[in-house]
């Protein structure tokens, strides 16, 4: 069953303590993306990797960051997480042709992170 | 930049009611249109899509046009069913600035009553 996996779906940690959210798709998807989804703000784009090695900010990127190491993994690494950060993340992957997306995209399930 | 803006929620309709959610754009060049559709406790699915003007995208008895002249992409059901209650996310993609990023509206929440 082609899907995009992210664990852990719920997560509540402290202040400063580093945390991974993990990502992974097996349909080959050249693109990945991290979304975050706040009340009223619809989602927003954090990181986005076009293949592997190649990774790009995307519309709110400050305290995150990613690595494309393997097509098919794109973790959501949080050095110094803040209360900011609560939030609902949500990862998708989909393939790329020339003038674009040549897929739709396809999302996880979400994971709800709570940071006190 | 390009942008979308949707309708606000919550709407709430009874069972077998017409629904239009509206959202218009703001983009320059030939983005694609999107509808997509989050039910509760999972990820987004793509729901419809228009990859040009005046294209109709439809599914699921969903339907939405792609109007360059009014820079809008509403949605529209004719009957809808309680298990259509969902939030609804209206995005684009292309056009000048933005080829590989989808852009969402701050999303429409829809809840249908038997």
């Known amino acids: 069953e082609a899907q995009v996996t992210q664990n852990p779906r719920y997560l509540i940690t402290v202040t400063g303590k580093k945390l991974t959210v993990t990502c992974s798709q097996n349909?080959?998807?050249?693109?990945m993306s991290w979304y975050r989804q706040d009340p009223g703000l619809g989602l927003r784009q954090i990181y986005y990797?076009?293949?592997?090695?190649?990774?790009d900010k995307g519309d709110v990127p400050e305290g995150y960051k990613v690595s494309r190491k393997e097509k098919r993994n794109f973790p959501l690494i949080l050095e110094s997480p803040s209360p900011n950060q609560t939030s609902l993340y949500f990862c998708?992957?989909?393939?790329?042709?020339?003038?674009?997306?040549?897929?739709?995209?396809?999302f996880g399930n979400g994971t709800r992170l709570t940071v006190t | 930049g390009n942008s979308v803006t949707q309708m606000e929620g919550p709407v709430t309709l009874s069972e077998e009611a017409f629904l239009t959610i509206n959202c218009t754009y703001t983009?320059?060049?030939?983005?694609?249109l999107f509808w997509y559709v989050q039910y509760p406790g999972e990820g987004l699915q793509l729901l419809l899509k228009a990859t040009k003007a005046d294209d109709k995208g439809s599914n699921k008895g969903f339907e939405a046009t792609y109007r360059k002249e009014t820079t809008s992409f509403h949605l529209e059901k004719g009957s809808v069913q309680v298990s259509d209650s969902a939030v609804y996310f209206c995005a684009l993609s292309g056009g000048a600035d933005s080829s590989y990023k989808l852009i969402f509206g701050s999303g429409t929440r829809l809840l249908v009553r038997p």
């Open positions: 983009a320059t060049g030939y983005p694609s």
């Open positions: 990797s076009m293949n592997v090695e190649v990774t």
């Open positions: 998708a992957s989909g393939g790329v042709g020339i003038y674009g997306y040549n897929s739709p995209l396809h």
């Open positions: 349909m080959n998807h050249e693109y």
